[in-house]
Every structure is written in C-alpha cells, then in structure tokens.
C-alpha cells in the first residue's frame, strides 16, 4: 500500500468535506433552503443582499415548480418570489412568478386573477407596456367578474396610462 503524500492527502480531506456539505445541502428541503435564504435577503443595514435575493427567487419558482402537497405555502412562496424580483428590478423574473403560479392553479379563480392583475400592474408600472396592460385588465374583468381585486379594475383603466401631472389635475377638478 502506498503512502499518502500530505498533498494528496490534503486533496482528498477537501474532497471529502465538500462532499459532505454538498450532500447536506442536498438534503435540505426546498422550503428549508427558502427559509434560511429568506433570513439573509437584508444587512444589517436593511439593504437587500441581491445574491440572496435572486437565489430566494429561483428557489420560490423552483418550489412552485415542484411541491405537490401544500398549495397555500406555494403560494405565499410564488408571491413573496414575485415580490423580491420586483424589488429587484428583475421583472421577468416576477412575471415568471406569477406564470408558474397561473399554471399550477388554473381553476383557483382567485390565484389567477390576483397574478394577472399583478402582471398587468408589472407592465403598466415597470415596463411601461399600457396596451399589454389594458389587455390583462380588460381580461381579468371580462373572466373574474366576481373577484375582490376586480373592483379596482375600473378605475385602473380609466386612469391608464396617464402622467402624474394628468392625475394631479383630474383629482383638482372633482375638488373643485
């Protein structure tokens, strides 16, 4: 038998130890992982931590993606991982949120209307895309009539796509 060189065995204690974490993490579970991850999103400070940020994303979608028992956590996750991507300034990332979360609810009235009228606030605010906007509006009152976030619907439309200034002014004239 050959002796171990104190390079080679250096070398085989470092594989040995990143074996060992890699298959820790791999252990964790998903939501284990989203909830440590989640403590670390700010500093100190209460600044947001992007590396951490944008590993809490994926891992909410991957979670969408993949948990089969516990739809009110997938969907406290989808919309928290939504949320961070906003706070990112990743709005795809949002968007693909709320997507997976459209997908894996079709028949939850409620879950669907609220991501799409999300996605439409997205694109209307951030994106700055008003037709793409008016489309999901329109299409949320046209299919959820009846839900909550319907009613703010109206007069979403009616003030889409108006600068601050047209707003300020509106809101003047029905003071006066």
């Not at 989808?78 to 949002?94: D, R, T």
């Not at 008016?134 to 439309?157: D, F, G, M, V, W």
Request: hydrophobic share 40%; glycine share 2%; aromatic share 6%.
């Amino acid at each position: 038998m050959k002796k171990l060189t104190p390079l080679l065995l250096l070398i085989w204690v470092l594989g040995s130890v990143l074996t060992s974490c890699e298959s820790k993490a791999q252990k964790q579970s998903l939501d284990e992982q989203i909830t440590a991850i989640n403590k670390m999103l700010v500093d100190s400070n209460q600044q947001i931590i992007q590396a951490n940020a944008y590993q809490f994303v994926e891992l909410t979608q991957k979670y969408i993606q993949e948990e089969k028992t516990d739809s009110a956590k997938v969907i406290k996750y989808g919309i928290q991982g939504a949320e961070v991507a906003v706070n990112l300034g990743a709005y795809p990332k949002a968007l693909k949120s709320y997507d997976l979360l459209i997908e894996k609810y079709p028949n939850n009235p409620k879950v669907v209307s609220n991501a799409l009228f999300a996605k439409a606030f997205i694109l209307e605010n951030h994106l700055h895309d008003v037709d793409a906007a008016r489309k999901l509006y329109l299409s949320i009152q046209k299919k959820y009539p009846n839900q909550e976030i319907t009613k703010n619907i109206k007069a979403t439309l009616e003030n889409l796509g108006k600068s601050e200034a047209e707003l300020l002014e509106m809101i003047k004239n029905k003071q006066k």
